[in-house]
């Protein structure tokens, strides 16, 4: 059996799109769950869309993510160069295009902008493309000696015949069978010498003896041409995985607009790195059972790639705010506070014991940014509505709340252990001497330390990280609220 591999060949465009990263990591996931090879290929002729820094992002991305490459332009596997730039240089793809030059299965084409300006256009997937007419496909041998010995510009184009169809296969979509006359002529290398993404793919996945290819569905119209390029070198071309469209809420294209369209707008939105791969992967592919938390090694051995579905796939951030919520409850205590202190910080600038609060919130959110809403009444006691020592369950009203506050004050006042424990034993004996419920007496309190319907842990826990003198004054306040209240 041949050995696996698989690759993952960006454009360095921008930021990791929420479908790059699937497709990496899809591509990971086949190689590693045969022990095969998961190669870093990067795709960099378009050299208009080329953007600074970006290959950073994804050399960054792969390793935050754990996608670990066993080749690449800084891991040297033996079928470098890695990065088609510099792969141009080698000539290996005008070696391969004069192939095909030779076999008749493509040609140059001199025609300038102008002449190619009055060709017919077609729309192609929103893009407005002109179909070339095969104009220089009649030139003489001669013709085209004599234009290349001149240093006239060229293009060099596949050359597809108007007859016949071509059949490719896809491993969601099965065999695929176009009329060949739907097929353009399309651009091998460019005028600047560089091979198009078109030709390159096909050569370096070759070249490179990848098995699987996994890129999202918008190649699969442009299949049928790589088909008959593989044909036309008698090669035999990869399993094909065209993924299904990832879109939003709406069921539009998953884009910019949403906000959340990349890995890094997900980082920054405060979400954890295993959370956005667990549920990237959720996103076309499922187990056999309706499991949903996976680590990347759980991925690795439950990943078949025969059960990913070409139905689209929404990406649902209320859903991924969840799971993330999990991946948060199950982080130990440290990992999770070291990434909750600077949200914590950024609320809380007076003196408080991080850590206890920290504890207090970490059941309790989805992602970090929510930390802000559960704690910021620490800082500051926001203003609140006296309705709410009201509580019917608990039994209370605003009579009931501002008696148990004047109680408060002088056992407070005297109190000197201000542990959460030894508050609480001090209020479990008042509650029983008054022989009332628990709330009866926390509700109120509560009510006037936070000023809030919820917080993130119980009065006496609260009372301990706000300490004795900033406890009484919140008391003081509730008592004047009150009494203002009562009238
Ligand atoms: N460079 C292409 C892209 O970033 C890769 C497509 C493929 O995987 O073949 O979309």
Same mark, same amino acid.
């Not at 007419?133 to 003489?140: A, E, N, P, T």
């Given at each position: 059996m041949t050995k696996i591999r698989t690759r993952y060949a960006p454009s360095p465009t921008g930021r990791m799109h929420v479908g790059n990263l699937r497709s990496a990591l899809y591509e990971f996931l086949i190689a590693k769950h045969d022990g095969g090879d998961f190669m870093l290929r990067i795709e960099d002729t378009d050299q208009e869309r080329f953007v600074e820094g970006a290959v950073d992002i994804i050399y960054r991305t792969l390793e935050k993510t754990g996608l670990?490459? %066993?080749?690449g332009p800084d891991k %040297?596997?033996? +079928?470098?160069? +890695?990065?088609q730039s510099e792969r141009m240089k080698t000539g290996i793809y005008m070696k391969y295009a004069k192939e095909l030059i030779d076999k008749g299965e493509a040609y140059y084409c001199f025609c300038d902008k102008e002449r190619l300006a009055t060709l017919k256009t077609e729309v192609v997937e929103g893009k407005e493309i002109s179909i070339y %007419? @095969?104009?220089?496909?009649?030139?003489?041998r001669e013709e085209v000696e004599a234009n290349l010995a001149a240093g006239k510009p060229f293009v060099i184009r596949q050359n597809i015949p108007n007859e016949g169809t071509t059949t490719f296969h896809d491993e969601l979509y099965g065999d695929i069978t176009v009329e060949n006359a739907e097929l353009d002529d399309m651009i091998l290398i460019k005028s600047d010498g560089y091979p198009t993404y078109n030709f390159a793919n096909v050569v370096d996945d070759h070249t490179m003896n990848i098995t699987h290819v996994v890129r999202g569905n918008e190649y699969l119209s442009s299949s049928p041409k790589y088909q008959r390029l593989y044909d036309a070198f008698g090669w035999q071309s990869p399993v094909y995985i065209h993924l299904p469209l990832i879109t939003d809420e709406n069921h539009k294209k998953l884009s910019k607009r949403s906000g959340h369209s990349s890995f890094e707008d997900l980082l920054e939105q405060g979400f954890v790195t295993e959370a956005i791969v667990n549920y990237i992967a959720l996103l076309g592919w499922s187990p056999e059972d309706n499991r949903e938390i996976f680590t990347l090694d759980e991925l690795i051995k439950e $990943? %078949? +790639?025969?059960?990913?579905?070409k139905s689209p796939a929404v990406f649902d951030i209320v859903k991924l705010r969840w799971m993330n919520g999990e991946y948060i409850k199950a982080m130990d205590f440290d990992t999770f506070y070291e990434m909750a202190e600077p949200y914590l910080k950024d609320v809380l @600038? @007076?003196? $408080?014991?991080l850590k206890k609060i920290a504890n207090m919130v970490k059941t309790r959110i989805?992602? $970090?940014?929510d930390i802000a809403d559960h704690v910021d009444f620490f800082e500051a006691l926001p203003e609140y509505d006296p309705e709410m020592y009201t509580h019917k369950k608990m039994k209370t009203n605003a009579e009931t709340s501002l008696a148990v506050l004047r109680d408060m004050i002088p056992i407070l006042e005297a109190q000197e252990d201000y542990s959460n424990d030894g508050l609480y034993q001090t209020l479990v004996k008042y509650v029983e001497e008054k022989g009332v419920k628990n709330g009866y007496v926390m509700w109120p309190i509560r009510t006037a330390l936070s000023g809030k319907q919820m917080t993130p842990a119980g009065a006496t826990e609260i009372m301990e990280v706000l300490g004795k003198e900033e406890s009484l004054t919140r008391i003081r306040k509730g008592i004047a609220l009150l009494e203002r209240t009562i009238g």
């Open positions: 670990v490459h %066993d080749e %040297d596997g033996g +079928y470098g160069p +890695y990065v %007419d @095969k104009h220089c496909l009649s030139l003489s $990943f %078949d +790639y025969h059960r990913i579905s @600038k @007076k003196n $408080f014991d989805e992602v $970090f940014p």
